[in-house]
């Protein structure tokens, strides 16, 4: 049988059976525990329940919470990101001393795994043993950074923080590759710094920065640590995010079932988001 | 492109049954049977002191039970249900023993995760069962059949500085009013009257939960049911704001336990409700407190009843050495290992162990453990009942709202009460 598969297809084989065995498996599975009720500690009592656990979400107002603050915080965080990456790659390719040195230091947050960062911030901006409130307190300013308005921007910061890095990492790398001879014949022209940016840098550098944002935006809609480490989702629900209360719902509350309903959701919003992004990307291109 | 896609799902049902095939063999170790138990012990615990302690007397279980190999893994609280729960959904268990945080010990026991224990504390000798306390004990036991053997308690209390009090010329508070009075007059500048953990979720529910005893109401009913709904609670959830705002430290709402151990050990808050196990860390001459060690002090919380935590050891129904398991918890918690914990700094769960002049001498001070026993004489756990760890969140995120102005005490308390009740009953 295997004979008749031409043997391009055959040397698939691997990669199928690895991709079967760590994605398909576990997807149909949590797809199928999404439609029951199964619930770890209940698991006798396990049934089919059809669409329940998604219709269930619907009048969950600590879900929709979570979902708003997600997205609040990733389109906040990405942008911010994006916009302070972009800036710092253009410095750092102007750069002419020390170049490896200064990219090693900006770079070195991304080293740090993000539960350590959560924990590290907890600390720092604590008002009363934390470096932060102290040096703000010496110019007069008293900031809550965990109080109820500002938590979730708190969070932002902290993510931009850790995740600058990387957008500069992509985006120098894009600038980098940049061919010359725009640039040079805009010289020519006589075109100022910022026309040349507008009009040659961005459009020539876009698909670098479409990519980057959408690898940024997949991984901040994971936040968790951020979550766990400082304020568990509080003040109320000011910090609720998606991947924390999946987490709570399934590991905690042992509901596997409406968890994976939950996650779903997500799923199903990024991937349109991350589909119609691309389509765009594509007819721009052609 | 069709017999690529026929050959994907042909090789997505095989890996769905390969991977079904797991679950096969479940037959488990013999049953409780004579001789020299034998085998290994892998056991989760907590990374606290307490585990550290209960590693230092390996040596010894091990002298007498050659052939009992413990592994302690000791791992933070937070990782630990993780763990625990997947090990009990395995075919091969990760761990053969276990400690049982109390909002757990309803759910795994009904989940029929955990081995019945009575027939083994039975038939063990000069075990004493009714020595350990009593509110211990009721935790562990779940539709009259005992799961858990009581490890070591976390019931709260007041932990003050000696110091401070006795130059403000006050008495530990016996009252809420009393309390909210001493947090404001130790209250300055540099030092917070009180610090308090209100972070969302359990460590503010732990916390207010002694508020609410204190102002006289109560979280459940002889019969589980819900009853927090009450004039009481109100009241405990206002006096808990006013103290937050008066006298606890600035911008502290996301404060947990770690926090305030920080502020009260590094002379920036005078006094905390927290485990009454958070004396003798903070009393150790090399403790957190450094030169304070010595100056603190522990009390009843005001209304003299408390929130109980405590943890139990337990033998998972799949645990490939369940007698081997079962000799190291009786051990560990017979009365002579009990009193040697206990001197080493344990906290205590034993009334002999409490009431012994040698325990008094050798550890920490006759007054410390007649506190503890008289605290665990009258307290009781956050929640008892069916999806205690989801109760205990659905309250805590309430009051939390309250305590940030978010919500009004009233609604709070009012969604709380609802919240728990449905969480209850599902």
């Known amino acids: 049988m295997l004979r008749r598969i031409p043997i391009g297809y055959r040397f698939l084989t691997p990669l199928a059976v690895v991709f079967a065995a760590v994605f398909a498996y576990p997807f149909v599975y949590s797809l199928w525990l999404s439609l029951t009720n199964y619930t770890i500690t209940r698991r006798n009592e396990t049934r089919f329940v059809g669409i329940d656990q998604y219709t269930g979400l619907l009048d969950n107002d600590t879900y929709r919470q979570a979902l708003v603050n997600t997205f609040v915080f990733v389109l906040l965080a990405v942008s911010l990101e994006l916009l302070l990456g972009l800036a710092l790659a253009l410095c750092l390719q102007r750069q002419r001393w020390a170049r490896n040195v200064t990219r090693a230091f900006l770079l070195a947050p991304m080293f740090v795994t993000p539960i350590a960062v959560g924990l590290m911030f907890r600390f720092l901006l604590n008002q009363q043993i934390g470096v932060i409130p102290e040096i703000l307190g010496t110019f007069g300013l008293e900031i809550d950074f965990f109080g109820p308005d500002l938590a979730l921007f708190s969070m932002v910061a902290i993510d931009v923080w850790q995740w600058t890095p990387f957008m500069v990492l992509l985006l120098l790398a894009g600038l980098e590759s940049l061919p010359k001879q725009p640039f040079e014949a805009a010289r020519v022209d006589g075109a100022s710094r910022w026309l040349t940016f507008r009009s040659v840098t ?81 007819r721009e291109a052609t | 492109m069709r017999r690529l896609l026929a050959l994907s799902v042909a090789l997505l049902a095989l890996a769905l049954a390969v991977a079904g095939c797991g679950g096969g063999d479940d037959d488990s170790g013999g049953t409780a049977t004579g001789g020299t138990p034998s085998g290994t012990v892998r056991v989760i615990m907590e990374e606290v002191p307490d585990t550290d302690i209960v590693k230092s007397l390996l040596p010894e279980f091990q002298k007498e039970f050659p052939d009992v190999d413990v592994q302690v893994e000791a791992l933070p609280y937070d990782q630990m249900r993780d763990r625990i729960v997947s090990s009990f959904l395995a075919s091969d268990p990760t761990y053969d023993m276990i400690v049982v945080d109390n909002p757990w010990m309803y759910d795994f026991a009904k989940g029929d995760f955990l081995l019945p224990l009575d027939d083994r504390i039975t038939a063990a000798q000069d075990f004493d069962h009714e020595d350990f306390a009593q509110p211990l004990r009721d935790i562990a036991e779940v539709d009259g059949a005992t799961y858990g053997v009581p490890f070591y308690n976390y019931a709260l209390g007041l932990i003050y500085r000696k110091d401070l009090y006795a130059q403000a010329g006050l008495t530990p508070p016996t009252t809420l009013a009393e309390l909210k009075a001493a947090a404001a007059k130790l209250n300055t500048g540099g030092r917070a009257g009180i610090a308090m953990q209100p972070q969302k979720g359990y460590k503010i529910f732990e916390e207010w939960g002694n508020y609410l005893f204190g102002a006289g109401g109560a979280i459940q009913d002889a019969d589980n049911a819900v009853v927090l709904d009450s004039p009481e609670a109100r009241t405990a959830l206002q006096e808990y704001i006013d103290i937050y705002k008066a006298s606890a430290p600035k911008n502290s709402l996301n404060w947990a336990f770690d926090e305030s151990l920080r502020a009260v050990a590094g002379d920036k808050a005078a006094q905390m409700i927290s485990y009454n196990w958070m004396l003798p860390t903070l009393n150790k001459a090399d403790g957190p407190a450094g030169k304070l060690a010595g100056k603190f002090a522990l009390a009843e919380v005001p209304g003299g009843k408390s929130i109980l935590g405590s943890w139990s050891w337990a033998i998972p129904k799949n645990s490939a050495s369940p007698d081997a398991a079962w000799a190291f918890i009786a051990w560990v918690t017979s009365k002579q290992h009990e009193k040697e914990r206990v001197i080493a700094g344990g906290a205590p769960v034993r009334a002999s162990a409490m009431s012994d002049p040698e325990v008094w001498e050798q550890g920490f001070g ?28 659905v309250v805590g995120e309430d009051l939390n709202a309250a305590v940030a102005g978010q919500e009004s005490v009233d609604d709070a308390i009012s969604s709380a009460a609802s919240g728990a009740q449905e969480t209850l009953d599902k």
């Open chain 1, 202 to 282: 961005l459009p020539l550098l876009k698909p670098v920065i479409v990519v980057a944002v959408l690898l940024r935006a997949l991984d901040a809609f994971k936040v968790f640590e951020y979550v766990f480490a400082i304020t568990r989702g509080g003040p109320g629900t000011a910090t609720e995010t998606i991947q924390y209360q999946v987490y709570r719902t399934g590991i905690g509350f042992f509901r596997l079932g409406e968890a994976a309903a939950m996650a779903f959701v997500l799923v199903a919003v990024v991937l349109t988001i991350v589909v119609v992004l691309f389509r765009r990307l594509m």
């Open chain 2, 366 to 393: 006759e007054d410390y453990y007649t506190t503890v026993a008289s605290i665990l004489e009258d307290a009781a756990p956050l929640a008892d009942g069916p999806n205690a760890e989801e109760m205990i969140n």
